[in-house]
T-cell receptor
């Protein structure tokens, strides 16, 4: 299967700071990437759809000014959590879409805000 | 009613058993069906991918799709302790534009295979 990487795998930050998470498709070009959030023992919650070269589409209830998404190339998308608060602590997972409809996930980033 | 329903379990079986995992859905526009396996604190791993109705087999895994009943299944033969994980069903409508590839997930079924 295809490979998607995420960096960092784990990050601890102080409340009020910003954190950037990178998602890369290593062996294919991804026009579309997705960002998910997952709480313990819950399924994945789609946060936003990121298309290369255009603005991300956010799901209802997701603050676009708080979760900044940039998809500058066909292999890289970034999620920046701005002014992080403890309630933003979660497991963030990205995925990359390979046509026609396969989607491959990264290993996830565990964010802890203290 | 959620678009994709999946019994969260937990499901516990002995090694060597046949495991049956299922999902139902309500949106008849779904055309692509996937099963993912997720180990604790890891990203989901794509196991099986099928288009429309029918069966697909890959080693010990068999995926079945019955669009008339809006029901999909994943069977695991000769289950192993290493199969212990959460299994997520996912599906996608036939479509395009900015929603291309958007997946709709079930809650996931937690499976434990004990030796």
């Amino acid at each position: 299967g295809a490979v998607v990487s995420q960096h960092p795998s784990r990050v601890i930050c102080k409340s009020g700071t910003s954190v950037k998470i990178e998602c890369r498709s290593l062996d294919f070009q991804a026009t579309t990437m997705f960002w998910y959030r997952q709480f313990p023992k819950q399924s994945l919650m789609l946060m936003a759809t990121s298309n290369e070269g255009s603005k991300a589409t956010y799901e209802q209830g997701v603050e676009k000014d708080k979760f900044l998404i940039n998809h500058a190339s066909l292999t890289l998308s970034t999620l920046t959590v701005t002014s992080a608060h403890p309630e933003d602590s979660s497991f963030y997972i990205c995925s990359a879409s390979r046509p026609p409809y396969e989607q491959y996930f990264g290993p996830g980033t565990r964010l802890t805000v203290t | 009613q959620k678009e994709v329903e999946q019994d969260p379990g937990p499901l516990s079986v002995p090694e060597g058993a046949i495991v049956s995992l299922n999902c139902t859905y309500s949106n008849s526009a779904f055309q692509y069906f996937m099963w993912y396996r997720q180990y604790s604190r890891k990203g989901p791993e794509l196991l099986m991918y099928t288009y429309s109705s029918g069966n697909k087999e890959d080693g010990r895994f068999t995926a079945q799709v019955d669009k008339s009943s809006k029901y999909i299944s994943l069977f695991i033969r000769d289950s192993q302790p290493s199969d212990s994980a959460t299994y997520l069903c996912a599906m996608s409508p036939k479509g395009g534009g900015s929603t291309l590839g958007r997946l709709y997930f079930g809650r996931g079924t937690q499976l434990t295979v004990w030796p």
